[in-house]
T-cell receptor, first 109, second 116 residues
């Protein structure tokens, strides 16, 4: 299972873009990169995932480095509701998600 | 998608007793996962619950302490046995996105356990 490294915390202003980095240098060539977030007192929820190409969905964008050793989750316009702990993970082929410490994002009005 | 229901949502238990947490999924899934989240910490995988075979435990977790049942493809239970205050945590079940993880995983809302 690939080990992931993320900054412990980040701050953003409301309505501004946020770039959340993740290092997963030991990822294998066939492991997808997943991002989840956990709002206070809730279970984690899926944000986005990708393999090699950059991905977009209604919540965020995922930029994956060409060597796949790192990725960046992009929230295009942070809102107060985006304040959460964000986890990147590279589940193995068996589907196990191993979580690192994640990045606690705070959003200032 | 998958909707996961966990029961109970919270409980306060006496040390030395056991608590069984139920996890119900609204669709059939091959693998279910149980996690523990200690206060202020990230999620730690306890075990993978496989239907028709024994659960597979991660390092540091043993069957005697966390017995798991998986009677069918939509249901699993996790028991926290002989509880101590150190077992106070949130316990979550999850279903994976399938082999290769090209789809998302889903989580229950968790069971908040306090041992006194």
């Amino acid at each position: 299972d690939a080990k992931t490294t993320q900054p412990n915390s980040m701050e953003s202003n409301e309505e501004e873009p946020v770039h959340l980095p993740c290092n997963h240098s030991t990822i294998s060539g066939t492991d997808y990169i997943h991002w989840y977030r956990q709002l206070p007192s809730q279970g984690p929820e899926y944000v986005i995932h990708g393999l090699t190409s950059n991905v977009n969905n209604r919540m965020a964008s995922l930029a994956i480095a060409e060597d796949r050793k790192s990725s960046t989750l992009i929230l295009h316009r942070a809102t107060l509701r985006d304040a959460a702990v964000y986890y990147c993970t590279a589940p193995n082929q068996g589907g196990k998600l191993i979580f690192g410490q994640g990045t606690e994002l705070s959003v200032k009005p | 998608s998958a909707v996961i229901s966990q029961k109970p949502s919270r409980d306060i238990c006496q040390r030395g007793t056991s608590l069984t947490i139920q996890c119900q999924v609204d669709s059939q899934v091959t693998m279910m996962f149980w996690y523990r989240q200690q206060p202020g910490q990230s999620l730690t995988l306890i075990a993978t619950a496989n239907q028709g075979s024994e659960a597979t435990y991660e390092s540091g977790f043993v069957i005697d302490k966390f017995p798991i049942s998986r009677p069918n493809l939509t249901f699993s239970t996790l028991t926290v046995s002989n509880m101590s205050p150190e077992d106070s945590s949130i316990y979550l079940c999850s279903v994976g996105g399938g082999w290769g993880m090209n789809t998302e995983a889903f989580f229950g809302q968790g069971t908040r356990l306090t041992v006194v």
